[in-house]
């Protein structure tokens, strides 16, 4: 897709063209010179859409969680994406069943607008293809963008605290998966809600939430540092999700207030910039050691007539 | 160490001093230009140790099992270095437990040498250091190497491969395991032990073994490839160790009759001289998102003046 292909598409996107703008994230979502294309193309158009990540173990009911919450952004005014990400599983069901079930929701409401974006096995792929994609949608005009992922992987969890508000959701019991990865998701959360609150266990499970942020935490929002709330909804009848958008809204205030949403976001910038620097860098590696002088070298260090460090040395001269 | 001190070890090394082989392989332990300049010494010198990784589950039996392994090398007339490798936890009470007990077997033998190498922490460390050390102990003139490391994670896994015949230790009931390791232990075993054989289960678990590799497999060893035997042991009692001995030794005379031996390590020490330019592209990606002008132009980005493709762009330029 050649650069002004991609700027008619950027146009029509502009304009309101849903179907261009499923063409552009299918770009960006396939990566190399078409997403760098439409990379160079979107910068600085349109007003920052405010971003929310939902993570959280399958079958937390974060997709349910989502439709809910879209409903409340949308009183906003303000147009809504959603991005449903599965950087594990490139053809999961799970993805597009979800999709299926929120698009019903939604499917008469011109202002919002749902998508899965799958891997295509490229490593670091969507880590790179997530924020290009929230800026497609920025430059549509959407106020609100919502990036769901599985909470299970390094990307996933990466992925979802790419977000102004990462919202990590848990289930009555989830004792378990919160020891097992407590480190990755205690990190990224802003807010904490407990989906399925009907269940039994949904009290203990606030309550270990609230221990665990009062091991890490030193002080709580005294000091002015954002401790998260412990959130309990019941996505599936409703109850619950205006204190989960409260909590967004609170935390959003946060960020305003101190400066933070800025240097969140430069912050972001700064690891998307490192991200693309270190694809390049594999890029030239492997063009450097793909190559036959790399593979005399290789054969020259088997021999013993070199060492591997003076065979690299002489790799990295031409990298 | 600057160089001229790490040769004067060398030379003590091959002259037959314990104490100089443990502190370089201190300084490989170590990393960095200390271990670079004694990268850069060992190449060339002594004929190749023939080196047998031991990988397995923790409570396999490993080991018990190399040790018992040692002695049978022994009588072969040439000298005998272990390095139990222990990436995930660099203070693993394990491993040194390990070492003492294989200490104590081996302790009046001036022909063995046993070591365990842990992580200091650095990516990918001992994937790197784990050739340098096996070329000091070739240029000791050490006849054979074992490599023992936990099956468990990807560094493990690539450790053990890094052999000339690689062995996977299991234990009776060991189906699950198999089942989650498939894919990186069936790549790189060589040889299957079935240790502990003399409990409950060992038939299933050498017949689950044997079915797995119908699997992958396609034709066994009729076609000139190699099948790995799946052989029992009860290490404790030296029952079966000199089957998998004899396995060992077909798998050797194998690689050596089809030039499988040498094109391993043309394959190996392509691996290691790829890993050096990965590490050495890794340090220029380190230096080039970290300074003042990345910082300038991740703001940049956040402000939207420009696009990340570009600031990388620019990034990768100088790097």
Redesign the interface.
Known sequence: VPESSAGDLLAAARGGNRAALARLLSIIERGGDGA?GV???????GA?AYTIGVTGSPGAGKSTLTSALIRAMRCTGDRVAALAIDPSSPFSGGAILGDRVRMGDHALDDGVFIRSMASRGHLGGLAVAA?EAVRVLTAAGFGWVVLETVGVGQVEVEVAGQSDTTVVVVTPGWGDAVQANKAGLMEVADVFVVNKADRPGADETARDLERMLDMVGDGGSGDGRWRPPVVRTTATTADGVDDAWRAIGDHRAHLEAGGGL?ER??????D???R???????A??RA??GGPR??E???A?????????????E??AD?
């Open positions: 760098r990379g160079r193309l979107t910068h600085g158009l920052d924020p800025d976001r430069r912050r972001r910038a700064a998307e910039v490192t693309l620097v270190a694809a390049g860098l594999m030239r590696a450097a050691t790399a593979a070298l290789a054969e260090v088997a021999r013993g007539a070199t060492d591997p460090w003076s065979a690299a040395d790799l990295l990298a």
